[in-house]
């Protein structure tokens, strides 16, 4: 699960073109924490949830649901 959702994170972020440090700097963590958090490494993103939700202006249940890819077309 942690790696569904800093991957989530880590597009989330480029989609709103921020760095690293600008996230870091909304959530009152290091910029380390949040890269740890982008790689699945950190559990931490819990404990910012309202806060994500609120910078990349999504919904909670977004940022926790798997995306189900569909492969029909190839």
Known sequence: MN?????????LRKDKN??????????NISQSANARMERGESTSWASHFTKICELFE?????????EIVNDTEN
Do not use: C, R, T
């Open 18 to 27: 921020m760095s690293q440090e600008q996230v870091a700097d909304f959530l």
């Open 58 to 66: 999504i919904a909670p249940e977004e940022l926790v649901k798997k």
């Open 3 to 11: 790696m569904v959702i800093g991957n989530k994170l880590k597009n």
